[in-house]
């Protein structure tokens, strides 16, 4: 019976798995067809659900010959869009956006979000908001009510490496929570963003704190750069689920 259970045990984490791509594929092959047109300039985000969407983007342009550009919103955005032969753009030529496609780590059900995860925030709230709209493409497991109820890994914040201890203390006595310098997987260092900044995760913070006041008064810190919240910015949002059906929000 041990040799059963433990072969159900794995093979329900096998199901799960799959279910859990085939839901970030369905909720980004959604978003794409409903959400870009040709002529569009299109932001992309990053992370894991991102490379379905231009896997989707791509199929369109070659079966649909729509023509869009992208903007990225990280070093792995611009590698998905060069890989894909995609036309690549940035703000400097391309300021303005029809829409910008990303995922996110936790939506909460006034579609406030926590991002960064991959530690891509900065870029991706830059782009975001070069956008008419920006829409969220997600798996089962990143919808909440409240942010923090789902998603354990914390808030990230982009600091200046030469304030991260600073921020850390002032952070902890203000508000409460634990917050840590995120490490490189091999422990060697600390992860460096793409703008050359330090990463710190919040966690265990009071699930009840008023996101917009809280994230207005960060950024206000000398030090901080941005931070994973974004309050207000996103204007819908797609749910791929377990039974392969999609839900929205908006
Ligand atoms: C990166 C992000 C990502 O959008 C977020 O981490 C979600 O990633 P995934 O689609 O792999 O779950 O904010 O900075």
Same mark, same amino acid.
């Given at each position: ?31 794409? #067809?409903?959400? $870009? ?17 231009? #896997?989707?983007?791509?199929?369109? $342009? ?8 992208? $903007? =990225? ?28 496609? @990303? ?7 006034? +579609? ?8 891509? +925030? ?19 497991? !990143? ?8 998603? !354990? !890994? ?11 201890? =600073? ?10 929570? @634990? $917050? ?9 260092? =600390?992860? /460096? ?15 009840? +704190? ?5 994230? %207005?008064?960060?950024? *206000?810190? =000398?030090?901080? /750069?941005?931070?994973? +919240? ?12 377990? %039974?392969?059906?999609? !839900?929205?929000? *908006?």
């Amino acid at each position: 019976s041990n040799y059963f259970s433990t072969k159900y045990y794995y093979l329900s984490i096998a199901r799960d798995k799959m279910s859990l791509e085939e839901a970030k594929k369905l909720a980004a092959y959604r978003a794409v #067809d409903e959400h $870009v047109e040709s002529g569009y300039t299109v932001g992309i985000g990053s992370g894991s659900t991102v490379i379905y969407a231009v #896997d989707r983007l791509a199929q369109r $342009v070659t079966e649909e010959n729509i023509k869009v550009k992208c $903007v =990225p919103t990280s070093f792995q955005a611009r590698q998905l869009i060069i890989n894909h032969k995609l036309a690549l753009t940035d703000l400097e030529i391309s300021p303005h956006l029809n829409v910008c496609i @990303d995922g996110a780590d936790e939506v909460d059900s006034n +579609l406030n979000l926590i991002k960064g995860g991959g530690g891509c +925030l900065l870029q991706e709230k830059i782009v975001a908001s070069c956008a008419e709209q920006l829409i969220i493409i997600a798996d089962y497991t !990143k919808h909440s009510c409240l942010l923090g109820e789902q998603y !354990k !890994k914390g808030i990230p914040i982009e600091v200046s490496p030469l304030a991260y201890v =600073p921020i850390k203390l002032k952070l902890e006595k203000k508000y409460k929570g @634990d $917050v840590a310098l995120r490490m490189a997987v091999n422990k060697a260092g =600390p992860v /460096v963003t793409d703008n050359g900044n330090f990463i710190l995760d919040w966690k265990d913070f009071d699930q009840s +704190l008023n996101w917009k006041t809280v994230n %207005d008064d960060l950024v *206000s810190w =000398p030090g901080i /750069v941005d931070t994973g +919240l974004f309050i207000g910015m996103a204007s819908k949002a797609y749910f791929g689920l377990k %039974d392969g059906s999609v !839900k929205t929000q *908006s």
